[in-house]
């Protein structure tokens, strides 16, 4: 019987604890990092009737017929916004499709701000008039959440606490609006919801589903679950941390469902980018310790994946 768990942490302990709690969680954060590439955050700040909303709103937009979905594909803006269709992307390397769905919110900015025109504006279903008031709102709390787990880190990697705001502040970040349907019949026995992948970014933070799937490809080469409830939330690694750090960009997947429970999944992963010109460059602190990559840019990292996951060609 596998015995590992990844760890779970109070954001408390850091964001209101003492000095000798805060430096703890500091270093048992970086540790989850590093062994796991995942951690489980208790005490966080999402309040759980305002996900419930949120989880109302997203199903109520994926019950809409797929002709009034497919208004908001934007066929040439790569999946960064608005709604992207049922089978649309793959895992990198896949040869088939994941069996998902899902509507990306980017950051919006203010008339004259200097990221106006650099970013894809974002889509807006005009047939659930809340939408927009409620995911914006549940943007500026993750992208507020995942600062600080970025800061939280800078200790222990060895950098200024203020190196993430400046890499990431005003970055790329995107929320995702996930539904897995229920499996199709004869759907290719290879395909599943969310095939094994890791993430493109900093970090991910995944709210709670509705319904368990996710599983972590752990050291021991077993698939370990990882679940998060209401009163918590999963953090992960991506793979622009992973270049820059000795921290671990696990794999991951979303499994298929049995029969008995094959019914919609529904997520909410809040995925935090760097701004497109940041450089993602070996830290100092690593230099020779680690596999130095050549230096690339946010943007050029994010363009290259796109296409090899299929929503840019």
């Not at 954060?29 to 709103?57: C, M, P, R, W």
């Not at 709390?141 to 600062?147: I, S």
């Not at 992963?269 to 940041?278: A, C, D, I, Q, V």
Request: aromatic share 10%; net charge negative.
């Amino acid at each position: 019987m596998n015995s590992r768990k990844v760890p779970a942490l109070s954001l408390k302990k850091y964001t209101e604890g003492t000095p000798t709690e805060k430096s703890q969680f500091e270093k048992d954060l970086y540790s989850a990092f590093q062994e796991y590439g995942f951690v489980v955050l208790e005490n966080h700040t999402i309040d759980v009737n305002f996900l419930n909303k949120a989880y109302e709103i997203s199903k109520k937009f994926f019950d809409l017929p797929v002709e009034v979905k497919k208004k908001y594909f934007i066929t040439d803006g790569g999946g960064q916004r608005g709604y992207i269709p049922f089978g649309s992307e793959n895992a990198k390397l896949a040869s088939v499709s994941d069996l998902k769905e899902f509507w990306h919110v980017g950051r919006e900015f203010s008339p004259g701000h200097v990221y106006e025109n650099v970013y894809l504006k974002n889509l807006y279903p005009i047939e659930i008039p809340e939408f927009k008031e409620v995911f914006l709102k549940m943007y500026q709390e993750l992208d507020r959440t995942g600062m600080t787990i970025l800061e939280a880190l800078t200790e222990s990697l060895g950098v200024p606490k203020d190196f993430f705001e400046n890499q990431a502040g005003d970055g790329n970040s995107i929320l995702r609006l996930l539904h897995y349907p229920p499996i199709p019949e004869h759907v290719d026995p290879n395909a599943e919801r969310a095939k094994a992948h890791s993430d493109i970014n900093l970090i991910t933070i995944l709210l709670a589903s509705n319904t368990k799937g996710l599983e972590l490809l752990d050291e021991n080469g077993k698939w370990l679950p990882v679940d998060a409830n209401t009163d918590t939330i999963v953090v992960n690694c991506g793979d622009m941390l992973s270049r820059i750090t000795n921290l671990k960009s696990t794999i991951h997947r979303v499994s298929n469902p049995g029969q008995e429970k094959n019914v919609s999944r529904y997520s909410l992963p809040f995925f935090l980018h760097p701004k497109g010109e940041s450089k993602l460059e070996c830290l100092p602190k690593f230099k020779g310790k680690i596999q130095e990559y050549p230096v690339i840019t946010a943007d050029e990292f994010l363009q290259e994946r796109l296409r090899e996951i299929g929503l840019k060609k």
